[in-house]
């Protein structure tokens, strides 16, 4: 049986097979992100060896660590990016990915992804949002919709979700995309993208939790939550001559930045170089 | 391989931009020019009285070396990005105080489970909280012992002025290597400020110490094994194509996560112990003065410890046979030494900055017939020779 899975799925080539299988629920969003994620390394011929791949803690922290056959650093809640960043200062010439959940890297982790972003260091970040604490039962989170029901907001949800895209690209970020599951074909070209970009890249996917999310707010199938996205889901060119009224309870789509700024890693030896000079310490 | 500092190219420039002899400098300018010598070649930290001077001298001098200093947005991301870096096969440092060593704590378990080799140099100041942020203290003695949760060993050292503090930085740099574990540093605001003489070396009189890495693909598929029998398991770098996994979860010799199995857990955390009990030899170290017929022996560490000795010299000039015990490495404790040391002495007398912390390690090595009594003074003015010179009197 497992032979045949593994025939049958070219993608299985990228993941850890003694870890497998995945302990993610039926009908999570998180395997269409390894999916997505797997495909954009395929496309663009990307060695695993030249990956690492970093995750906090919770369930979309698994997606990649440790299924993904690559380096993989999976650290303490909220400081994945961190953790990161010496990754990236120490190997430079490697792809730095950071894959997580949205209680990990915008609630306790939110001071380094806007940090980060600032700084623009080349790390890409797949931020996996489900609305919801899923390992730990269904809390709130920062990006729980305003009057959804968690097992902490048992009534209504009286808080407003944080845009992260939108404050990641404020923070400075080379590039920044947000998709939902139900976008597929985009979000493995936004992935690609963000590979490729050279500075701080951040694809948000926003990702189904039937079991914690969407049990309690009346959509249990997976279907469900999909057929949700995508009703909702406004293109960010859309969105542009909307009101904040009208885009209440909606999810803006697509690239909202993809620009060149100066990158941290490359700053930092352009500066040591500089040093070198300065002091006459290049060797003849 | 990529463990940096060792190169002919480091030593080169090492060689020529620090001419060996003596200098007037800060105990923290001491730290991070031992730092320097013992190869570390990456900081990240977040400014802390009173640390900063640390993180100033490595901003200034590691560029020179072609090594890397990043100032994070916290402490926390601080600690992250160093273990981060270390796994990419740099040696890393970072100093901070005690607010700042209290927020890295959860990540320096993380290095603990891991066996990430870091350095982490705390300046005791005075506490609970913001406390006295200027001043020294030694309030912290515990907290490196015991500050992270769950089940864990860890390596504090205490230098005792500016010139130890240099070499007992390269120490720490080479405990961490050998043993692959984060090691801690309890440095204080007293000594870290004060301006003395400085020996600098030549780099050819440093040892320096390295990681053991894998020799053989078999050795790099089991992180987390054994396979020398020292508890120390070879450190498969990132980036060489091992796809090696690191988790703090508890995970098995090779690296994935099994929380389940009891024996697993019971494994991973007793060899982690064990690779630090029984390396003693490694890392413990004491210093002695007229111990040989004390009957009243002073037991202090850190900035403590010099006007103890001065206290010490003082009654001996009076006839009192009074000697001085220094444990360098604090923890683990040097329990062995200290209990034939306190078998010997009819008194004992253990100043600190605190209000009574070393004293409770000491009396757990010495027996109930003896006079063990604290001299301990908070408020971030350091112990004077006559005050504990009056105490050793008061017993004589």
Redesign the interface.
Known sequence: MAKEIYSRYPMIKYLRKEALPTALCPGCGGGTVLNAFANAVDRLKLDPKDLVVVSGIGCSAWIASPYFLADTLHTTHGRSIAFATGVKVGLPDKKVVVISGDGDLASIGGNHLIHAARRNIDITVILVNNFIYGMTGGQLAPTTPYGAKTTTSPYRNIEHPLQISETVAAAGASYVARWTTAHVYQLIESIKKALTVKGFSLVEVISQCPVQFGRRNRMKEPAEMLRWYLKNSVPISKAKNMSPEELEGKFVIGEFVNRQRPEFVSELNKLIDEVQEHFGLKEE | MIIRGDEP?QI??IK??YKPGNYFMQGNEAVAYGAIFAGCR?Y?GYPITPSSEIAETMAREL??L?G?Y?Q???E???I???????????K?MTATAGPGFSLMQ??LG?AVMTETPLVLVDVQRSGPSTGQATKGAQGDFFQARWGTHGDHPIIALSPTSGQDAFWETVRAFNIAEKLRTPVVMLFDGVLAHTRELVKIPDIEEVEIAYRKLPKNEEEAKLPFGDPHGDGVPPMPL??H?????????THKE?G??DVYTPEVHDRLVRRIHRKIEGNRHVYEKYEEHFTDDAEILVVSWGVTARPALGAVLEAREEGIKAGLFVPKTVHPFPGERMRELGKKARAILVPEMNLGQMILEVQRFVNDDVLLKGVNKIGGVPLTVNEILREIRGVA
């Open positions: 190219e080169r420039l020529k931009l990456f990240a560029p020179k072609r890397y990043l994070m947005e916290d926390i991301g601080s992250a990005a160093m273990v981060g870096a270390s796994w990419t096969g740099l890393v959860e990540n993380y990132f980036g194509g091992y796809f090696t996994h690191v988790t703090g979860s090779n994935l996560r």
